[in-house]
């Protein structure tokens, strides 16, 4: 535990002395803050003209903003998580910094699971960026804060998917950019899963589909928690820092 | 300390060790000595756990690189070729990350951190960042990671490659100063390098081990033949460089004449003596007798380099001198 936390630390001060994470932030806030003026416009818009009108199907600030906009978050991860993922050991096995960590007294799993835990807190830190703008419609309106809440338990769980996978191809080469060309070509495939299934029906398609995790993600944004769900990001994760950690100490037999 | 036996590691298509054994006694200094691409660096990253062998057997302080590696990992402090350094991060930060990864306590990291930094002079740089500091520094602060966490063994891949004479000497200077604490050994290509700073050489060429000896017994036993530079003037090509040749290869003593290419009408050849013969003064005397004018008599120092090439020529013809002798086994014997 002391390791893990320790390397986190590590990885965490790795990308905020770099432009990246702030580049990250600014990025993600930027994107999410179009995005959240142009739902509470369009909000406004329409409820005036129903004033005007009268009656027509109540408003609702959760349908109408929050929601899609943390659909809209969740695939704008699908792109931020590469450039996130893509250093974490390719970087060091190019500079011959992976050497200190494999020969230091400390447990593979433990290397794995602290890179993820410090790529997690950054995915975080960006995460939080929208949280300025969602504080907004609470200080001004009354949105319901549970469903919140669940949208975004599902995007931090759908990102740490995504890092484990990311962390998992980054292990693989050299090259950061191979490792964030392909998380972001993975990421990409994973998010068209589900469209692929949409014309499709049968055992094949269901089980892609179940495979997709936007799908998982739907239930969330709904602000349903379903344990399902929960059991399958949970289980993807897991699986992904096993792959990791197994990627990892096959560099010892392979190179 | 470390003991190594019948170590063999392969990669996918080549044999990098092959069959290596040898120990190491406690608070050594061991010179790793190889040409490039002989194995040592494959063989350091067994002993530190970063590659399983493939084959055979090592271990430090009783602990199996394999069974073992936590215990073998904690005894050991490795410098690889170029220093595993975060340039993000200042010296003093890297120290204390390098330190607590090797298990040092919070309460104890700040002092060994302050250690190490004196030891390796690295005071000045304190608060730099690694991406800042020269050749040399980066050198040291991979030394400092090494010994943040007091090893028994120190293992340093040629830690003096590619630094200015300056910066050599002064990391010659701090592993003498580290000698006494720790079991050391180093690997490098230099040869100086293991007469300036080992007790015991262990010589590898091609995967395979070709000796192990103490440095001092070493030189000794192949300084034993002399060689010597002669000059001779040849104004107008007499005398004739073969009459010349022939006379010095009279002299006693000799095993070998070279002869070189002719300079501003001077011949000259290169003489290697046998075992234990001091041969100058019987070739001054022959030159001199012959009416020929001596223009140059100079000792040639065998180095360390030829010593090398010897040893490793020598275990080639040796491995090809068994390798007929298997050969020949089956038929009858002629003599």
């Known amino acids: 535990m002391k390791n893990i936390l320790l390397i986190c630390r590590k990885e965490v001060n790795s990308y905020f002395v770099s432009p990246i994470a702030y580049l990250l932030m600014a990025f993600f806030g930027l994107i999410f803050g179009v995005g959240f003026y142009t739902a509470t416009r369009q909000l406004m818009q329409y409820s005036f003209q129903m004033q005007m009108q009268g009656g027509g199907p109540s408003m609702n600030v959760n349908e109408q903003i929050i929601r899609p906009l943390l659909g809209f978050a969740s695939t704008i991860a699908l792109f931020l998580v590469p450039m996130i993922t893509m250093r974490l050991f390719a970087e060091e096995k190019k500079t011959g910094t992976i050497e200190l960590l494999l020969t230091s007294p400390v447990r593979d799993l433990d290397i794995v699971v602290g890179k993820w835990a410090g790529a997690m807190v950054l995915y975080l830190c960006v995460l939080g960026m929208s949280v300025l703008d969602v504080a907004l419609l609470f200080a001004w309106g009354k949105p319901d804060w549970k469903p919140v809440l669940v949208a975004y338990l599902g995007l931090?769980?759908?990102?740490?998917?995504?890092?484990?996978?990311?962390?998992?191809?980054?292990?693989?080469?050299?090259?950061?950019?191979?490792?964030?060309?392909?998380?972001?070509?993975?990421?990409?495939?994973?998010?068209?899963?589900?469209?692929?299934?949409?014309?499709?029906?049968?055992?094949?398609?269901?089980?892609?589909?179940?495979?997709?995790?936007?799908?998982?993600?739907?239930?969330?944004?709904?602000?349903v928690l379903d344990s399902k769900d929960v059991v399958f990001y949970l289980s993807f994760i897991f699986f992904g820092l096993f792959l990791t950690s197994r990627s990892m100490e096959s560099l010892r037999w392979r190179s | 300390m470390i003991k190594v036996e019948g170590l063999t590691k392969r990669y996918a298509r080549t044999v990098a060790v092959d069959n290596i054994s040898f120990e190491i006694e406690k608070g050594q200094i061991v010179g790793f000595l190889g040409p490039n691409g002989a194995g040592k660096t494959t063989t350091m990253r067994v002993l530190t756990c970063f590659l399983p062998p493939s084959a055979g057997t090592a271990s430090v302080a009783g602990y199996d690189v394999l069974e073992n590696p936590m215990e073998v990992k904690?005894?050991?402090?490795?410098?690889?070729?170029?220093?595993?350094?975060?340039?993000?991060?200042?010296?003093?930060?890297?120290?204390?990350?390098?330190?607590?990864?090797?298990?040092?306590?919070?309460?104890?990291?700040?002092?060994?951190?302050?250690?190490?930094?004196?030891?390796?002079?690295?005071?000045?740089?304190?608060?730099?960042?690694?991406s800042k500091l020269s050749k040399g520094y980066r050198q040291r602060v991979g030394l400092a990671q090494a010994i943040i966490h007091n090893p028994d063994v120190l293992i340093?891949?040629?830690?003096?490659?590619?630094?200015?004479?300056?910066?050599?000497?002064?990391?010659?200077?701090?592993?003498?100063?580290?000698?006494?604490?720790?079991?050391?050994?180093?690997?490098?290509?230099?040869?100086?390098?293991?007469?300036?700073?080992?007790?015991?050489?262990?010589?590898?060429?091609?995967?395979?081990?070709?000796?192990?000896?103490?440095?001092?017994?070493?030189?000794?036993?192949?300084?034993?033949?002399?060689?010597?530079?002669?000059?001779?003037?040849?104004?107008?090509?007499?005398?004739?460089?073969?009459?010349?040749?022939?006379?010095?290869?009279?002299?006693?003593?000799?095993?070998?004449?070279?002869?070189?290419?002719?300079?501003?009408?001077?011949?000259?050849?290169?003489?290697?003596?046998?075992?234990?013969?001091?041969?100058?003064?019987?070739?001054?005397?022959?030159?001199?007798?012959?009416?020929?004018?001596?223009?140059?008599?100079?000792?040639?120092?065998?180095?360390?380099?030829?010593?090398?090439?010897?040893?490793?020529?020598?275990?080639?013809?040796?491995?090809?001198?068994?390798?007929?002798?298997k050969d020949e086994q089956p038929e009858a014997p002629k003599q």
Not at chain 2, 80 to 107: C, H, N, Q, W
Not at chain 2, 116 to 124: H, I, S, T, Y
Not at chain 2, 237 to 266: F, I, M, N, T, W
Request: charged share 25%; with cysteine; glycine share 8%.
């Open chain 1, 156 to 223: 931090i769980l759908q990102g740490g998917v995504l890092l484990a996978v990311g962390a998992f191809i980054s292990t693989t080469t050299k090259n950061q950019i191979i490792a964030g060309g392909v998380t972001f070509f993975v990421c990409l495939l994973l998010w068209l899963l589900s469209w692929f299934t949409e014309f499709n029906s049968g055992a094949f398609s269901s089980v892609v589909n179940y495979l997709s995790i936007v799908t998982h993600f739907d239930n969330f944004a709904k602000g």
């Open chain 2, 74 to 130: 904690k005894r050991i402090g490795y410098l690889p070729e170029t220093p595993p350094l975060y340039p993000e991060m200042d010296v003093a930060g890297y120290l204390d990350f390098a330190g607590r990864l090797k298990g040092i306590s919070s309460a104890d990291i700040a002092k060994r951190a302050d250690e190490v930094m004196e030891k390796c002079a690295l005071g000045d740089v304190r608060y730099k960042l690694i």
């Open chain 2, 156 to 325: 340093l891949d040629e830690p003096t490659s590619g630094l200015d004479p300056k910066q050599i000497i002064e990391i010659r200077e701090l592993l003498k100063h580290l000698a006494g604490e720790h079991t050391i050994i180093l690997s490098t290509h230099i040869l100086s390098e293991v007469e300036h700073s080992c007790e015991r050489v262990i010589i590898i060429s091609q995967g395979k081990l070709v000796a192990t000896d103490s440095v001092a017994n070493l030189t000794n036993r192949l300084r034993g033949s002399e060689s010597v530079a002669v000059e001779i003037e040849a104004p107008g090509g007499h005398p004739a460089s073969a009459e010349v040749q022939q006379r010095l290869e009279q002299v006693s003593g000799v095993s070998r004449v070279v002869s070189k290419d002719p300079k501003d009408g001077r011949m000259s050849f290169e003489v290697e003596s046998l075992q234990g013969r001091q041969i100058r003064s019987d070739l001054a005397r022959s030159v001199v007798n012959a009416g020929w004018n001596l223009s140059e008599l100079r000792p040639v120092g065998l180095s360390l380099e030829e010593i090398f090439l010897q040893l490793t020529a020598a275990e080639a013809k040796a491995g090809k001198k068994t390798d007929k002798k």
